[in-house]
């Protein structure tokens, strides 16, 4: 809904809403500010939705990467996670490490 020709853009003013939490997490992971982006996580995630964000972020994934390689390799992070999920105690973490690995590959250090 908020993509453009391939980018993410801001939403607009009539839609914000409790999913522009999800744009801000995953901006705040790749400027490696995981500490900050994982608080946000924690503090507006419900974890009723923690699978549905994974599909969200499935469904954007140009933001973790221009390449074809970058959103080849952000997929099998994303498809790792959400098998992680159902084994899990703890989805939060990992869904923060999930975002991590993300982060990494956004800045090329996979």
Sequence with gaps: MNSAEGTLQAPNVADVGEQDYRIEMVELFKQGKITEARKLLCSQARPEEMEDIYRWMYDNIEIFGDTEDQQDEA???IKQGIVDHSFVAEAE??????????????????
């Design 75 to 77: 997929t099998l992070v």
């Design 93 to 110: 973490i990992n869904l923060s490490a999930t975002l991590i690995k993300l982060a990494r590959i956004c800045n090329g250090s996979n």
